[in-house]
């Protein structure tokens, strides 16, 4: 069996040809993890399901969730009459709650509560990294033999719609990489908060005082022709602040 982890994280419309496109296994991902219920979160869900029925997929499926996708994908399903021939098992996410759903391979996976307008949950993925003991790439620590295995965590945090909730700060605080929404700039402070979204500035006040290593920014807003914008506030905070792009690979270290 391979030691690969792979996941997927949300699933908008769209989301198996953007797969497909940029030539990732999508045929291989054992685990999804829905943040929420809107649609721009799980409405590729069931075209994936349903492409993976139809090229023969019999690897099983672990979805977490807040309550209510499988009672939404099994109506689906018995509407289009369509039985995938291969084991979905759903996980409840409880609601206001953190916990640990899962430990496969070398990945610890946590869930913490965010702050939208329907249930939903962020996610914080802790991977064990094994180096070689090498003295010239590891001489800041004290190795007595040069075949020693050092082990370090790296943490990634996705902190998917939500407001500004001081609460989120300890469940990501020191991770490597945090991905977090900032659909707005601070002009539309007042509109964030009514639809339970954050400003850019906010969400680099919260890697600020999370000391997270590197923040990634998403999720802005159509009313914004220049993204950059959004992310000039944010720098103004926390400098180590890059704007989230399709395709684009971030190594979490």
């Known amino acids: ?4 982890f792979v996941g997927l994280v949300d699933c ?6 953007r797969l497909k496109a940029m030539q ?6 054992r685990y999804i993890f829905i943040s929420h219920l809107h649609g ?10 349903t492409t993976w029925h139809l090229t023969g997929r019999t690897q099983p499926l672990d979805i977490w969730s807040p309550p209510g996708l499988e009672d939404m994908i099994t109506r689906l399903f018995e509407h289009t009459r369509c039985q995938p021939g291969f084991t979905i098992r ?27 307008r329907i249930p939903c949950t962020g996610f914080l993925f802790e991977a064990e990294v094994t180096s070689g003991g090498d003295r010239k ?15 370090t965590i790296h943490r990634y945090a996705y902190c998917s719609d939500t407001a500004f909730d001081q609460d989120i700060i300890r469940h990501v605080r020191g991770a490597n990489l945090m991905y977090h929404e900032a659909t707005f700039r601070e002009m539309h402070r ?64």
């Open 190 to 253: 007042e509109k964030a908060a009514q639809t339970g979204h954050i400003t850019a500035l906010d969400a680099a006040i919260m890697a600020t005082r999370a000391e997270v290593g590197r923040l990634l920014i998403g999720h802005f807003s159509a009313r914004y022709p220049d993204a950059g914008i959004l992310l000039d506030e944010a720098r103004q905070q926390f400098p180590a602040t890059d704007g989230a792009e399709e395709g684009q690979i971030y190594i979490v270290t």
């Open 24 to 29: 990732l296994p999508w045929g291989k991902v």
């Open 137 to 151: 790439a590891f001489s800041r620590i004290d190795v007595t033999d040069e075949h020693e295995q050092v082990k």
């Open 90 to 116: 759903f996980h409840e996410v409880q609601e206001g709650a953190a916990s640990r759903l899962l430990v496969a391979r070398n990945v610890t996976v946590r869930s913490f509560p965010l702050r939208h």
């Open 40 to 49: 721009d979160h799980v409405y590729g869900l069931p075209p994936l399901l």
């Open 1 to 4: 069996m391979s030691d690969e």
């Open 12 to 17: 908008g419309e769209g989301t198996q040809f």
